[in-house]
């Protein structure tokens, strides 16, 4: 069974930065697509970033293109997202998805999801 467990939100003033990680268990995790989206009360889910298994590829949404990084650690089974200049508009839950599928996650859809962190950016 897929398991992913993110880690790293937190409360950070605009300007600030904050790395989220997520851990996965039980699968092969060079096989799967990852990806981290977002998501506040009464908004449709947000795509924020997503990479492909091998790390090779890797995109962003515009709003966070130049301020956001994704990347990912095959041997401890982890992905993190570099989040620097943050911004209050950035303030949602944050949720790292898995895929065997890299046109699913860029589709939007992903098979397996974590539990989500909480990022706040005050003003």
């Known amino acids: 069974q897929v398991r992913l467990v993110e880690s790293g939100g937190g409360l950070v003033q605009a300007g600030g930065s904050l790395r989220l990680s997520c851990v996965a268990s039980?699968?092969?995790?060079?096989?799967?697509?990852m990806a981290w989206f977002r998501q506040t009360p009464g908004k449709e889910r947000e795509f924020v970033s997503r990479i492909s298994g091998s790390g090779g590829i890797s995109g962003y949404s515009d709003s966070v293109k130049g301020r956001f990084t994704i990347s990912r650690d095959n041997a401890k089974n982890t992905v993190s997202l570099r989040m620097d200049v943050l911004k209050p508009e950035d303030t949602a839950d944050y949720y790292c998805?898995?895929?065997?599928?890299?046109?699913?996650?860029?589709?939007?859809?992903?098979?397996?999801w974590g539990p989500g962190t909480q990022v706040t950016v005050s003003t």
């Open positions: 039980g699968l092969t995790f060079r096989s799967y697509a």
């Open positions: 998805a898995a895929d065997r599928s890299y046109q699913q996650i860029v589709a939007g859809r992903a098979n397996n």
